[in-house]
């Protein structure tokens, strides 16, 4: 059986203070109880910094105004790859919050803990720090 390949844009919104939003995978969902930079698939044909756009919008209420990509990373689960796009979020409209009802918070880049978000997330942790 040939597994799924997904692409997912995910934003670092970060502020002057050097803080980070992040945000709480849902219980139900692939990887729920982590913590994550939001974000979300990219449509048929969608570019990724549209996507980034589109879902920070949807996931977080906030216009993005300045992205730049900071990096991507591939990674393979027992049954799907996934190619995601981080982008750096420097400039945005709005107070992020959980949007879709999922908990949100602002900590300090210097204390994200790669072990609380998921495996693709944590070379990008290490990265930040």
Same mark, same amino acid.
């Given at each position: 059986? %040939?597994?799924?390949? =997904?692409?997912?844009? *995910?934003? #670092? ?8 939003? $992040? ?19 990219? %449509?048929?044909?969608? =570019?990724?910094?549209? *996507?980034? #756009? ?8 906030? $216009? ?66």
């Amino acid at each position: 059986m %040939e597994k799924k390949h =997904l692409y997912i844009a *995910a934003g #670092i919104i970060r502020d002057k203070n050097q803080k980070i939003f $992040i945000t709480q995978r849902p219980d139900g969902t692939h990887m729920a109880g982590f913590w994550e930079f939001p974000g979300g698939k990219l %449509e048929v044909g969608e =570019l990724p910094e549209d *996507a980034l #756009i589109r879902e920070l919008e949807e996931e977080v209420g906030i $216009i993005v105004a300045e992205c730049e990509l900071f990096h991507c990373v591939e990674h393979e689960f027992d049954d799907r790859y996934i190619t995601l796009y981080f982008y750096m979020v420097s400039s945005w409209n709005n107070e992020p919050y959980g949007r879709e009802g999922q908990k949100g918070r602002w900590i300090d880049q210097k204390d994200l803990v790669a072990d609380d978000f998921p495996p693709a997330n944590r070379v990008i942790v290490d990265m930040l720090k």
